[in-house]
Structure formats: structure tokens, C-alpha cells
């Protein structure tokens, strides 16, 4: 066995590779830019070694600067993680050439299946079915238009040497292959310095499930599946495991084709073949990831095997010692990936340092059920522009779906980010959306049930209860320390009276009086004449400073999220998707409403702003050019993905304040209109 292996990638899936290498007992070596100087992964390592400037393209994606790394500490293996040189054969060969074991693929498979084009070249000769279109590489816009319309519309251009939806772009007409087919190519020289689109037909109403497999270069296994259809921009957001859509006879073909097509390259360490699956479960090869996946922890949970163990064993010279037979599905688990992005704001990519960084706690509880958080980042860390914006990956396992759904609303709910925007609430009102229950999903999930974007829930008469009632809990607690500190007198042990009123955003304005007991809260619940509608009990350990409040409602445990507020009384709370300010008031209902302010948004309708901070790729207009709604104004690259910002009315342009190469802030100005 390996005595020292290094990790040549960054974030939370150097974290994770490191955590197994240590439990085998395996020094560990970390390589970092300066922009990762001071990130978790190089502090969990051994030893770490800087490899250049923050852009990647300088830096992690540098050969011969790894190689160095490798060589100076004295690695006998490199594991590539994902992304980067994960899927790169020159670097693979490079490694073999000078006699260190690459924790992946051979170099044959990787040429072959980590390749888009060819690897569907490959699985038709194969006879396994794949998706129609065009596998040859395409030069210029110009073929890409034929092709488009000879395959027929809509059609998706694809990086050959994609992953993470970098380099994709979905075509419904000829207009968007002639402005998305060099985005995809910029994309696609940015993420893997490789400039190959290919094209080839978009499915409707797919389904995208994928397979697991493990092999030696000998012996091969499937080790179940994953749906990963909540999908945004061809980026996966949540992934389960298994499908709530497969059957097993289904799954058993799928799993024997990718073993088939794994044992005809002689593949070896962990890999996924990907599928298209359609509403009657027909299945379409799309690609196979020679590498690990993002989303590998829910097979972990569901099976108990640890991939990343089994990689570093079979490039060590071990044989699988699992066969197909030992491998068992074991309830349910799910995945949320924590991005930095504002949700609210077409997920605009957010930078900045994490002020507080407090995810849920990683346990076992005594029901079985298990959260997982694979993370790369704490707290007073930064997130740069420079990398991807994932977070962390949060997962849970239960025995059903529904309980692991369930387990993922409350641990979501728990995880709470300061300093910078995050998708949390988003994530949350998907666990706790009616579809994605049912798991009646595709790929169009998102777009279709967020069409104008993500605003927010809508609370429910329901929800609000349960929110006025954590109000009410944390007022009486903040009340009761007041006492503490101020001294009052024994018998006015509260600042407000037995009865007053909590507006949640002025959409629901709910009476109450409390009846504090010893170790819980009794709120009594009044209608608007002032008779009692419903009694409560609370009971939580919430203190004033918490800033998530866990608890019981009515013997039920409740999970939100809880600031005090400024400027109003009482409280700022996300729960499920839901973020609400909860103001705690002593006058009439009508005052109350009256007494909370309208806010005013500041007209920037004259002005282009950048919604990110991000380098400028190109401005497409100039002074005195007139611009009709939807045309194409500038594109701006952030987190490896460009940003195509289109005019929102007609005008004429007044001044152009940037220029490509510019590096902005958000909200600074691009163009301004007459």
C-alpha cells in the first residue's frame, strides 16, 4: 500500500480523499494557488506544496507544476479528485511515464471514455444505444448550424471534454447556436483547455440517472444508481440514491450494460456511465466519467462502501475484493450541494468571506438516520471568483425516501451562512415541493416550476402558525433575560403583556397570549376578536445568540433559522424555503402592519450593472448604438461559467463604463442609457 499520496485538486473533494487516506493510514500532500493559501484542504494535509496564481489555467491545471509537487514530496500516487486532470490522459501518461500511480483509469479509458466524441463512438460499436447526433468535432459556427438542423431542434452543444455542465449550452432555434456556441467554447478552454463542441440531440422530459461501477481491470460491478435530475443550467443541484423512478429490472439492465461497456476498455478504479432516461424508461448512453463523481457520497451511504478506499486499492495492484452479489441497496439517501449564489437574484454567483459557517451537526441519530457534509470551506474563510461556487455537499440516509427527505428539510434548515449568498433556501423549498415528493422529475424540474426565478415560499396559514409560535418562544426567552439583567420586579417578569401580536411580512397578523411554565411555553393562539383558536406547547434549549432555534412544537421537532431583527421587533426566520420577518408587537394588528416600512428599490433602470463579480469577456455595443429588448449587451465570466447579459427594453446606448479584460464588483456599472 501506498505511503504518501498527494491530491491534486482543491476544496471539499480534497477534504474528502484525505479523510480515507488517513483512516488507511496514508500521509497525505496538498498542492494550493495563492488564493488558496489559507484553505481547509492544505490545513488538513501532511505537507503542502504552491503551485502558482489563482487561475487555475496557472495553476491547478499545470502539469508539469504538479508533477514538481510530486517529485519534491516524494508522492508515490496522485488521486485527481474531480474536474482539473481528472479526466486528462496526458497527465495520466505523464505520471506512468516517471513511475507513479495515478489513483484513476488507464490512460486507454480515459482517452476513450473521459472523451466525449469518442466515447460514443465507442459505445455505438458497442451496440449500445446512444443519443442521436453529431460525433464528429464541429470547426466554427457555421457547421454548427448545419449540423443543429440537420439532427433537428432542440439540440445541446456539449464540451468533448465537459463535466459540471462547463461548456453546454441547450439550442431550441438557430439563434441560440449561433450566440451560445462560442460561450461554449470559451467555457470549455477555461474549465479543461480543450476547445471540442459536439452536438447532439436534447431529449425532452429526460431523466438523467446514472450508474455507479468499480472494476480492477479485470472484474467489474455496478454499484447501484443515482438520479440526478434537478438540474439548473445543466449543473446537478440535488442527486439521490437509488432512483425513485427505476424498477429493478431496469436498473439491472442498466447496471450490466455499464459493466459491459467498463470491461470492454479493461477499466479500472471507480467510474459512471451516465444515462438519458425517457417517461417509459428507455435508456440512452450519454458518457462515462473516468473519475470520481461529485455526488459519489449517496452511493457510500446506501451500500457502505468506501469508493475512494476501493480507488487507491486497485491502483495500488489489489483486485476487487467486492463482487456484484456483496453489493446491497440500503434505504435512501440524499444530496443538496450548498453553492454560493443568491438564489433571489437569477443565482448570481456570490463572493466574499464566511462571517459564520455553522453546518449540522455530522451524526447517526438513534433512528438511523445519518447527515453527511462534505465541505472544503469555515468559517472566516474566503470564497473567491476563481473556483467553482460549490460549497459543500450535504447529504442524509434514512430507511425510506421520505424520511431522508424529511432528515435533508431539518438539516438544511440547521445549516446556517453569514458574509456571503447561498442557495439554502431554494434548496429547502425544493425538499418540501409537492413534485419532487411525488419524485415525478426530469431536467426541466427547475425551469419548469421556477420559470421567473426563485422568489421565495409563500408562507401557508400552516407554516405561519408554527413560525409565530418560534417567535413567540424566543421573545419570552429574550424577555426573561432582559429580567435577568435589568433587575425587574418578581411580579412584572415580562416587558410585553399577556396579549399582543406577530406580523409575518404583513401577510398574516396572528394574536397570541403566552402562559410561560417552567420547562416549556404555553401560546395560546386568538382569533380576532380575541377568543382562543388553538394552545400550543414549546419547549426548546434556544438561547438568545443562537442562531438556530431547535426545538418542539407540540411534542413535533421544528428546525428554523433565527435572527433578531434590526430596526423591527422580533425576528428574521427561514424555514422550508421560507424566509419571513416575524415582528413582535404590543399594538393593534392595524398599527402593527402600518408601523412595518415599504421598501423602495432604487430605479437602475437607466444603467446595465454587473449582477456578479466576475471578469468581463467581451461588451457587445457601443456609444450611440440603438438596442432592442433581448439583445446580447456584454458577457461576464464568473466561476468558470459566462454570463450572456441581455437588454431589458429598447434604448440607445449613453456610455460604455467597462471593457473586456475589466474585473468588476456586483452592482458596478457597465452601461448607461440615454
Given at each position: 500500500?501506498?505511503?504518501?499520496?498527494?491530491?491534486?485538486?482543491?476544496?471539499?473533494?480534497a477534504?474528502?480523499?484525505?479523510?480515507t487516506?488517513?483512516?488507511?493510514?496514508?500521509?497525505?500532500?496538498?498542492?494550493?494557488?495563492?488564493?488558496?493559501?489559507?484553505?481547509?484542504?492544505?490545513?488538513?494535509?501532511?505537507?503542502?506544496?504552491?503551485?502558482?496564481?489563482?487561475?487555475?489555467?496557472?495553476?491547478?491545471?499545470?502539469?508539469?507544476?504538479?508533477?514538481?509537487?510530486?517529485?519534491?514530496?516524494?508522492?508515490?500516487?496522485?488521486?485527481?479528485?474531480?474536474?482539473?486532470?481528472?479526466?486528462?490522459?496526458?497527465?495520466?501518461?505523464?505520471?506512468?511515464?516517471?513511475?507513479?500511480?495515478?489513483?484513476?483509469?488507464?490512460?486507454?479509458?480515459?482517452?476513450?471514455?473521459?472523451?466525449?466524441?469518442?466515447?460514443?463512438?465507442?459505445?455505438?460499436?458497442?451496440?449500445?444505444?446512444?443519443?442521436?447526433g453529431?460525433?464528429?468535432?464541429?470547426?466554427?459556427?457555421?457547421?454548427?448550424?448545419?449540423?443543429?438542423?440537420?439532427?433537428?431542434?432542440?439540440?445541446?452543444?456539449?464540451?468533448?471534454?465537459?463535466?459540471?455542465?462547463k461548456?453546454?449550452?441547450?439550442?431550441?432555434?438557430?439563434?441560440?447556436?449561433?450566440?451560445?456556441?462560442?460561450?461554449a467554447?470559451?467555457?470549455?478552454?477555461?474549465?479543461?483547455?480543450?476547445?471540442?463542441?459536439?452536438?447532439?440531440?436534447?431529449?425532452?422530459?429526460?431523466?438523467?440517472?446514472?450508474?455507479?461501477v468499480?472494476?480492477?481491470?479485470?472484474?467489474?460491478?455496478?454499484?447501484?444508481?443515482?438520479?440526478?435530475?434537478?438540474?439548473?443550467?445543466?449543473?446537478?443541484?440535488?442527486?439521490?440514491?437509488p432512483?425513485?423512478?427505476?424498477?429493478?429490472?431496469?436498473?439491472?439492465?442498466?447496471?450490466?450494460?455499464?459493466?459491459?461497456?467498463?470491461?470492454?476498455?479493461?477499466?479500472?478504479?471507480?467510474?459512471?456511465?451516465?444515462?438519458?432516461?425517457?417517461?417509459d424508461?428507455?435508456?440512452?448512453?450519454?458518457?462515462?466519467?473516468?473519475?470520481?463523481?461529485?455526488?459519489?457520497?449517496?452511493?457510500?451511504?446506501?451500500?457502505?462502501?468506501?469508493?475512494?478506499?476501493?480507488?487507491?486499492?486497485?491502483?495500488?495492484?489489489?483486485?476487487?475484493?467486492?463482487?456484484q452479489?456483496?453489493?446491497?441497496?440500503?434505504?435512501?439517501?440524499?444530496?443538496?450541494?450548498?453553492?454560493?449564489?443568491?438564489?433571489?437574484?437569477?443565482?448570481?454567483?456570490?463572493?466574499?468571506r464566511?462571517?459564520?459557517?455553522?453546518?449540522?451537526?455530522?451524526?447517526?441519530?438513534?433512528?438511523?438516520?445519518?447527515?453527511?457534509?462534505d465541505?472544503?470551506?469555515?468559517?472566516?474563510?474566503?470564497?473567491?471568483?476563481?473556483?467553482?461556487?460549490?460549497?459543500?455537499?450535504?447529504?442524509?440516509?434514512?430507511?425510506?425516501?421520505?424520511?431522508?427527505?424529511?432528515?435533508?428539510?431539518?438539516?438544511?434548515?440547521?445549516?446556517?451562512i453569514?458574509?456571503?449568498?447561498?442557495?439554502?433556501?431554494?434548496?429547502?423549498?425544493?425538499?418540501?415541493?409537492?413534485?419532487?415528493?411525488?419524485?415525478?422529475?426530469?431536467?426541466?424540474?427547475?425551469?419548469?416550476e421556477?420559470?421567473?426565478?426563485?422568489?421565495?415560499?409563500?408562507?401557508?396559514?400552516?407554516?405561519?402558525?408554527?413560525?409565530?409560535l418560534?417567535?413567540?418562544?424566543?421573545?419570552?426567552?429574550?424577555?426573561?433575560?432582559?429580567?435577568?439583567?435589568?433587575?425587574?420586579?418578581?411580579?412584572?417578569?415580562?416587558?410585553?403583556?399577556?396579549?399582543?401580536?406577530?406580523?409575518?411580512?404583513?401577510?398574516?397578523?396572528?394574536?397570541?397570549?403566552?402562559?410561560?411554565?417552567?420547562?416549556?411555553?404555553?401560546?395560546?393562539?386568538?382569533?380576532?376578536?380575541?377568543?382562543?383558536?388553538?394552545?400550543?406547547?414549546?419547549?426548546?434549549?434556544?438561547?438568545?445568540?443562537?442562531?438556530?432555534?431547535?426545538?418542539?412544537?407540540?411534542?413535533?421537532?421544528?428546525?428554523?433559522q433565527?435572527?433578531?431583527?434590526?430596526?423591527l421587533?422580533?425576528?428574521?426566520?427561514?424555514?422550508?424555503?421560507s424566509?419571513?420577518?416575524?415582528?413582535?408587537?404590543?399594538k393593534?394588528?392595524?398599527?402593527?402592519?402600518?408601523?412595518?416600512p415599504?421598501?423602495?428599490?432604487a430605479?437602475?433602470?437607466?444603467?446595465?450593472?454587473?449582477?456578479?463579480?466576475?471578469?468581463?469577456?467581451?461588451?457587445?455595443?457601443?456609444?450611440?448604438?440603438?438596442?432592442?429588448?433581448?439583445?446580447?449587451?456584454?458577457?461576464?465570466?464568473?466561476?468558470?461559467?459566462?454570463?450572456?447579459?441581455?437588454?431589458?427594453?429598447?434604448?440607445?446606448?449613453?456610455?460604455?463604463?467597462?471593457?473586456?479584460?475589466?474585473?468588476?464588483?456586483?452592482?458596478?456599472?457597465?452601461?448607461?442609457?440615454e
Amino acid at each position: 500500500m501506498f505511503k504518501k499520496i498527494l491530491i491534486a485538486n482543491r476544496g471539499e473533494i480534497a477534504c474528502r480523499v484525505m479523510k480515507t487516506a488517513k483512516k488507511m493510514g496514508i500521509a497525505t500532500v496538498a498542492v494550493y494557488s495563492d488564493a488558496d493559501k489559507d484553505a481547509l484542504h492544505v490545513e488538513m494535509a501532511d505537507e503542502a506544496v504552491n503551485i502558482g496564481p489563482a487561475a487555475s489555467a496557472e495553476s491547478y491545471l499545470v502539469m508539469e507544476k504538479i508533477l514538481q509537487a510530486v517529485k519534491d514530496t516524494g508522492s508515490e500516487a496522485v488521486h485527481p479528485g474531480y474536474g482539473f486532470l481528472s479526466e486528462n490522459a496526458a497527465f495520466a501518461e505523464l505520471l506512468q511515464k516517471e513511475g507513479i500511480a495515478f489513483i484513476g483509469p488507464n490512460v486507454e479509458a480515459i482517452e476513450v471514455m473521459g472523451d466525449k466524441i469518442a466515447s460514443k463512438k465507442f459505445a455505438d460499436k458497442a451496440k449500445v444505444n446512444t443519443v442521436p447526433g453529431h460525433l464528429g468535432v464541429i470547426k466554427d459556427t457555421e457547421e454548427a448550424l448545419k449540423i443543429a438542423g440537420d439532427v433537428g431542434y432542440p439540440v445541446m452543444m456539449k464540451a468533448s471534454a465537459g463535466g459540471g455542465g462547463k461548456g453546454m449550452r441547450i439550442a431550441w432555434s438557430a439563434d441560440d447556436v449561433a450566440e451560445g456556441f462560442q460561450s461554449a467554447i470559451n467555457e470549455a478552454v477555461s474549465s479543461f483547455g480543450d476547445d471540442r463542441i459536439f452536438i447532439e440531440k436534447f431529449v425532452t422530459e429526460p431523466r438523467h440517472i446514472e450508474i455507479q461501477v468499480m472494476a480492477d481491470g479485470t472484474d467489474a460491478i455496478y454499484v447501484g444508481e443515482r438520479e440526478c435530475s434537478i438540474q439548473r443550467r445543466n449543473q446537478k443541484v440535488i442527486e439521490e440514491a437509488p432512483s425513485p423512478f427505476l424498477d429493478e429490472a431496469t436498473r439491472k439492465k442498466m447496471g450490466e450494460q455499464a459493466v459491459a461497456l467498463a470491461k470492454a476498455v479493461s477499466y479500472q478504479s471507480a467510474g459512471t456511465v451516465e444515462f438519458i432516461v425517457d417517461k417509459d424508461r428507455n435508456f440512452y448512453f450519454l458518457e462515462m466519467n473516468t473519475r470520481l463523481q461529485v455526488e459519489h457520497p449517496v452511493t457510500e451511504l446506501i451500500t457502505g462502501i468506501d469508493l475512494v478506499e476501493q480507488m487507491i486499492r486497485v491502483a495500488a495492484g489489489e483486485k476487487l475484493s467486492i463482487k456484484q452479489d456483496d453489493v446491497k441497496l440500503n434505504g435512501w439517501a440524499i444530496e443538496s450541494r450548498i453553492y454560493a449564489e443568491d438564489p433571489y437574484r437569477g443565482f448570481l454567483p456570490s463572493i466574499g468571506r464566511l462571517s459564520r459557517y455553522q453546518p449540522p451537526a455530522e451524526v447517526t441519530s438513534e433512528n438511523g438516520i445519518t447527515v453527511r457534509n462534505d465541505t472544503g470551506v469555515y468559517e472566516g474563510g474566503e470564497i473567491s471568483l476563481y473556483y467553482d461556487p460549490m460549497i459543500a455537499k450535504l447529504c442524509t440516509h434514512a430507511a425510506t425516501r421520505e424520511e431522508a427527505v424529511d432528515a435533508m428539510s431539518d438539516a438544511l434548515d440547521a445549516f446556517y451562512i453569514e458574509g456571503i449568498q447561498h442557495n439554502i433556501p431554494f434548496l429547502g423549498a425544493i425538499m418540501e415541493h409537492e413534485r419532487f415528493r411525488s419524485g415525478n422529475i426530469n431536467t426541466g424540474f427547475i425551469a419548469d416550476e421556477y420559470p421567473d426565478g426563485f422568489e421565495g415560499v409563500a408562507v401557508s396559514p400552516e407554516r405561519a402558525d408554527k413560525l409565530v409560535l418560534a417567535a413567540a418562544f424566543m421573545n419570552e426567552i429574550h424577555a426573561l433575560r432582559a429580567t435577568e439583567i435589568t433587575g425587574q420586579l418578581p411580579n412584572r417578569p415580562r416587558f410585553l403583556p399577556e396579549d399582543w401580536v406577530v406580523a409575518l411580512d404583513k401577510e398574516h397578523v396572528i394574536r397570541l397570549r403566552t402562559e410561560p411554565e417552567e420547562d416549556w411555553l404555553v401560546v395560546i393562539l386568538q382569533n380576532e376578536d380575541g377568543s382562543e383558536r388553538s394552545r400550543h406547547t414549546i419547549a426548546s434549549e434556544w438561547r438568545p445568540g443562537d442562531v438556530v432555534f431547535e426545538g418542539t412544537i407540540d411534542g413535533e421537532p421544528i428546525v428554523l433559522q433565527a435572527e433578531r431583527a434590526r430596526g423591527l421587533q422580533g425576528y428574521n426566520l427561514t424555514y422550508r424555503g421560507s424566509t419571513v420577518n416575524a415582528a413582535v408587537r404590543t399594538k393593534n394588528a392595524h398599527d402593527l402592519v402600518q408601523f412595518m416600512p415599504e421598501k423602495v428599490e432604487a430605479d437602475t433602470s437607466k444603467y446595465l450593472l454587473c449582477p456578479m463579480p466576475g471578469l468581463v469577456v467581451s461588451i457587445n455595443v457601443e456609444v450611440g448604438q440603438e438596442v432592442k429588448v433581448g439583445q446580447t449587451l456584454a458577457v461576464v465570466e464568473a466561476m468558470k461559467m459566462e454570463n450572456i447579459l441581455r437588454a431589458e427594453r429598447d434604448g440607445v446606448v449613453a456610455e460604455v463604463s467597462a471593457a473586456a479584460g475589466d474585473s468588476l464588483q456586483v452592482d458596478e456599472v457597465i452601461i448607461e442609457f440615454e
